[in-house]
């Protein structure tokens, strides 16, 4: 398998209701995943990206286009399609009288693993909660119920695991815990895909990255190509003080920090370092110290979802 998701002309258009007009979430999206990868999906909000999440889970029907999933189409084959795929959603939906045991179960039930089949133990073992696996889910702080979601997403063995906003509002430890979790699971052979408001989150853990806006794919890109695309470097300065600099090349731009130091950004293809350094020694600015920074996944992202 190269492919663990291939979409094709992915539409959908959300009905008129009541006073809301009717909402074009996705425009035609085109997009493979590779198998195997841990796949970024990223996008400000209301761009679209819970919708295509959702039609991957088979929680919202799409308007058109095709979709495939693990090799198997969603419309022709929904049965294996399914069997293929995991979702961990955004929302804490679960019955509050259910324990994490009983909760694994009864999904384990719902997707037909038998009872041989089931790795429920380990389950709880892999999220942590072991202790807690005959407690009531409503007794289960807000941490344990999004590990609780990660189980569920996990007890039919799928070969892809979607994480919508896993760590939106949980706290670091949690995150920790579940990036952990993420990699081996990866590791393992798991294709993973997640969306994420966190840039530098997604810089860290996903080889590739989609951003689409406006229900349209933007670009997708090898994290590292992307990293690369934007014609930024800022150097950093301690001017000792300085109250204000000369005038710089063209394409230059100073702000001063908080720290009272001074950050020039510039693109490196028009501009080098020296070209700034000789600028400031002819108005003789004095140079204690420098430093360089590239630029980082929310440089691309601004720059990219800019209208
Ligand atoms: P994201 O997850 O990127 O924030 P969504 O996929 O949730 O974006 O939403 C994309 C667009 O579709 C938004 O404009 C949103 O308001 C709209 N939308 C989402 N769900 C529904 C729905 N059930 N009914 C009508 N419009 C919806
Ligand atoms: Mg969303």
Not at 26 to 40: E, Q, V
Not at 74 to 81: C, E, H, I, L, V
Not at 120 to 149: I, P
Not at 278 to 297: F, M, Q, Y
Request: with cysteine.
């Amino acid at each position: 398998m190269s492919h663990a998701i291939e979409i094709e002309g992915l539409r959908k258009t959300y009905a008129a209701q009541g006073n809301a007009p009717a909402k074009e979430a996705l425009k035609g999206i085109d997009l493979a995943i590779p198998a195997g990868s841990i796949f970024g999906l990223l996008g400000p909000n209301g761009a679209g990206k819970s919708t295509m999440i959702n039609i991957l889970a088979g929680l919202v029907n799409k308007t058109s286009g095709r979709v495939s999933i693990w090799g198997f189409d969603q419309d022709r084959n929904p049965r294996q399609s399914r069997a293929a795929i995991g979702v961990m959603p955004q929302e804490l939906n679960m019955d509050p009288f259910f324990s994490p045991r009983a909760s694994l179960e009864v999904q384990a039930g719902l997707y037909g693993v038998p009872k041989a089949e089931r790795w429920t133990d380990e389950l709880l073992a892999l999220v942590g909660l072991t202790d807690q696996a005959n407690a009531y889910a409503r007794n289960l702080s807000g941490g344990m119920k999004r590990r609780l979601l990660l189980a569920k997403a996990l007890v039919h063995r799928p070969q892809i695991l979607v994480l919508d906003e896993p760590t939106a509002g949980v706290d670091i430890t949690l995150r920790e815990m579940l990036w952990q979790n993420v990699r081996r699971l990866n590791e393992a052979g798991m294709t993973i895909i997640l969306t994420t408001h966190y840039l530098q989150e997604a810089e860290q853990m996903c080889d590739e990255i989609a951003i689409i806006n406006h229900g349209e794919l933007v670009i997708r890109q090898p994290t590292q190509q992307l990293l690369a695309r934007t014609d930024r470097k800022t150097l950093v300065l301690d001017t000792g003080g300085t109250a204000a600099l000369p005038p710089l090349p063209e394409g230059a731009k100073a702000e001063r920090r908080a720290d009272g130091r001074f950050a020039i950004s510039y693109p490196p293809s028009r501009l080098r370092a020296d070209q700034l350094i000789d600028a400031l020694r002819g108005a003789s600015v004095p140079i204690l110290d420098v430093a360089t920074e590239e630029a980082d996944l929310e440089d691309v992202f601004v720059e990219l979802t800019r209208n």
